[in-house]
């Protein structure tokens, strides 16, 4: 079998488990908050790296956020 990380596959799953750990614990926690029952059980389940991870905190979760103070906004 051919050894593409020269050795180091321990180091290498050690750093994206440090790495993606933090990431999809911060979106399950938004996902789980804001109560969207589909996302959750998405970054749950597939395991991108943290990159769908980091997508959801910033583009989805933050949209909705202002989204949701504007219409707080609207009623006061």
Known sequence: MIDIFGGNTLLVVTLSLLWTLPWTAWALW??????E???????????????????YIFAIAK??????????DAFT
């Not at 938004?30 to 109560?35: P, V, W, Y």
């Not at 909705?64 to 504007?70: A, F, V, W, Y």
């Open 63 to 72: 949209r909705s956020d202002t989204k949701e103070l504007e219409n707080e």
């Open 37 to 55: 029952k589909v996302w959750f059980v998405v970054l749950l389940v597939l395991n991108t790296l943290a990159l769908l991870e980091i997508f």
């Open 30 to 35: 938004l996902a789980a908050r804001r109560g």
